[in-house]
């Protein structure tokens, strides 16, 4: 049974960083396609952030220079290290993951989030 599960959000104020992680268990992160998303109030979910199987990256348009995504194959963790934090940012950020490398595919497992509140 795969599980993802989420933590490090939290309360910061503008400018302020935080580092999200993704346990995943029953699923291997080196080399899947996996993303982080998050649905801010009021607002449908949007992709923050998506790596492939073969490392590419992509980022949104709003948080690019901000935010990076890795994994650590050993621990089999996705990171979301997002620094310089505005009140837009404020969303339950969620991970996601793809049952294999390409990215082309809908998401077959999602975690429960993690709550990022950013105060101005």
């Known amino acids: 049974q795969v599980q993802l599960v989420e933590s490090g959000g939290g309360s910061v104020r503008a400018g302020g960083s935080l580092r999200l992680s993704c346990k995943a268990s029953?699923?291997?992160?080196?080399?899947?396609?996996m993303a982080w998303f998050r649905q801010r109030p009021g607002r449908g979910r949007e992709r923050v952030a998506i790596?492939?199987?073969?490392?590419?990256?992509d980022y949104a348009n709003a948080v690019k220079g901000r935010v990076t995504i890795t994994k650590d194959n050993f621990e089999n963790i996705l990171y979301l290290k997002m620094n310089n934090l505005e009140p837009a940012d404020t969303a339950m950020y969620s991970c996601a993951a793809v049952d294999g490398r390409t990215c082309t595919t809908g998401f077959d497992y999602w975690g429960q989030g993690t709550q990022v509140t950013v105060s101005s």
């Open positions: 029953g699923y291997i992160v080196s080399g899947s396609c």
């Open positions: 790596m492939d199987g073969r490392g590419i990256i």
